[in-house]
């Protein structure tokens, strides 16, 4: 997402001058990276928030709360569980990843649906 949102915000910053006066330049280029990097925290948060989610509610179902404890600590404990349990920890981690990645497609989705929104019929021309 980093890359696309990367390539709006220079996009943003470049047709500037097309929509603004000149004396608002710099508080429209702060307000610009401020959203950028609210919404980078926002979205890190959300998707540190789910992935741990899935973690608690499905490790603790074959893990002690020991394990899972340890897991939590360090991936590395991993190794030291039994195979058995090693493939249905890595199981879980890997739906987690999954659904993060779900989630970040359906913020993609939704940062191109607010493009199109935002096509102009009539485009506005330089002063």
Known sequence: MGFGFGFNSSTLIILLPLVIEKQDTAVCMGTITQIHLLGSAIGLAL???LFNDRLETRL???????????????????????????????????????????????FAFAALLILFILIEK????LK
Do not use: C, G, I, W
């Not at 074959?62 to 039994?82: C, G, H, I, W």
């Not at 009539?122 to 021309?125: A, E, G, K, T």
């Open 60 to 106: 603790p179902a074959f893990l002690t709360s020991e394990q899972v404890k340890n897991l939590r600590d360090s991936t590395d404990y991993m190794a030291s569980l039994p195979n058995v349990l090693q493939h249905q920890a890595k199981r879980v981690y890997a739906e987690a990843f999954d659904f993060e990645l779900r989630m970040m497609m359906a």
């Open 47 to 49: 998707a540190t928030n």
């Open 122 to 125: 009539q485009p506005r021309r």
